[in-house]
C-alpha cells in the first residue's frame, strides 16, 4: 500500500512540475511578445528619424520624443523582466530559451531589414 501511494505521489509531483514549466514557458513567451513589440516600435521610429528631413527641425523634435519615450518603455519592461526572473535570467538554458522565444516574436515585425529578418528567422529555429 505504502509503496502504491508512493508512486501515486511521484506521478502527482512529476505532473504538477511539468504543468508548472509549461505555463513557465507561456509566461516568458508573453513577457518576450511584448518585449519584441517594444523593440519593433524603436526600430520603427529610428527609420523614421533616419529618413526625416534634417531641416524640419519640428518633425525631427517629435521623433526624437518618440523615441526616447519607447527607450523609457523598454527601460521599464527591463526592469520589470529583471525583477519577475532575476537569478534564471542569468542560466544558458534560460537565455537560449528566451533568446529563441525572441527571434520568434520578432519576425513579427514588419520594419525589418531583410538582413535582420534572416538572421532572426535562424536564431529561431
Known amino acids: 500500500m505504502r509503496i502504491r501511494a508512493f508512486l501515486y505521489f511521484i506521478l502527482?509531483?512529476?505532473?504538477?512540475?511539468?504543468?508548472?514549466c509549461n505555463s513557465?514557458?507561456?509566461?516568458?513567451?508573453?513577457?518576450?511578445?511584448?518585449i519584441a513589440a517594444?523593440?519593433?516600435?524603436?526600430?520603427?521610429?529610428?527609420?523614421?528619424?533616419k529618413s526625416a528631413d534634417p531641416a524640419d527641425s519640428a518633425?525631427?523634435?517629435?521623433?526624437?520624443?518618440?523615441?526616447?519615450?519607447?527607450?523609457?518603455e523598454m527601460m521599464i519592461l527591463y526592469q520589470k523582466f529583471k525583477t519577475k526572473y532575476g537569478e534564471k535570467a542569468s542560466s544558458k538554458e534560460f537565455n537560449?530559451?528566451?533568446r529563441k522565444y525572441?527571434?520568434?516574436a520578432m519576425l513579427d515585425?514588419?520594419?525589418?531589414?531583410?538582413?535582420?529578418?534572416?538572421?532572426?528567422?535562424?536564431?529561431?529555429?
Not at 523593440?39 to 528619424?49: D, G, Q, R, V
Not at 518633425?59 to 523609457?72: E, H, W
Not at 538582413?115 to 536564431?123: I, L, N, P, S, Y
Request: hydrophobic letters at 30%; charged letters at 40%.
Open 96 to 98: 537560449e530559451k528566451f
Open 102 to 104: 525572441l527571434n520568434a
Open 12 to 20: 502527482l509531483a512529476g505532473i504538477l512540475g511539468t504543468s508548472g
Open 59 to 72: 518633425m525631427v523634435g517629435k521623433l526624437q520624443g518618440d523615441y526616447k519615450n519607447i527607450q523609457d
Open 38 to 49: 517594444v523593440m519593433c516600435k524603436s526600430l520603427e521610429a529610428m527609420k523614421n528619424l
Open 109 to 125: 515585425c514588419k520594419t525589418l531589414s531583410k538582413e535582420d529578418r534572416e538572421a532572426f528567422e535562424k536564431g529561431s529555429k
Open 24 to 34: 513557465e514557458d507561456k509566461e516568458l513567451k508573453k513577457d518576450t511578445v511584448e
